[in-house]
């Protein structure tokens, strides 16, 4: 079992910034593949961005790329997304999500195997 908790949501200005931190807990952090995913009122979960348990792959959705950064530390046991230039369009809940050692990261979110509650995040114009 992998424990996620996630952090750092809150509400932001267009154009400003946030730093989401997912903490895990449980299995060895670097076994697993990390992905963030979102989901806003009314819509489906979608892919955001993902990192392999190296750190040196990474994977974004069209939506973020450019915008949005992630990373680990698996010294922490830590992944973050780092949010900038934030739109209206990028409310929503933010989960981070783990699946094990693939050989190739995933946006498909039924793949992951274990999820964090979510942290609020919220742009206003």
């Known amino acids: 079992q992998v424990y996620l908790v996630e952090s750092g949501g809150g509400l932001v200005q267009a154009g400003g910034s946030l730093r989401l931190s997912c903490a895990a807990s449980?299995?060895?952090?670097?076994?697993?593949?990390m992905g963030w995913f979102r989901q806003a009122p009314g819509k489906e979960r979608e892919f955001v961005a993902a990192?392999?348990?190296?750190?040196?792959?990474?994977l974004y959705s069209d939506s973020v790329k450019g915008r949005f950064t992630i990373s680990r530390d698996n010294a922490r046991n830590t992944v973050y997304l780092q949010m900038n230039s934030l739109k209206p369009e990028d409310t929503a809940v933010y989960y981070c999500?783990?699946?094990?050692?693939?050989?190739?990261?995933?946006?498909?979110?039924?793949?992951?195997?274990?999820w964090g509650q979510g942290t609020q995040v919220t742009v206003s114009p």
């Open positions: 999500a783990a699946v094990f050692r693939r050989p190739v990261l995933t946006p498909v979110s039924g793949e992951y195997d274990y």
């Open positions: 990192i392999s348990w190296t750190g040196t792959i990474t």
């Open positions: 449980g299995r060895p952090f670097s076994s697993y593949e």
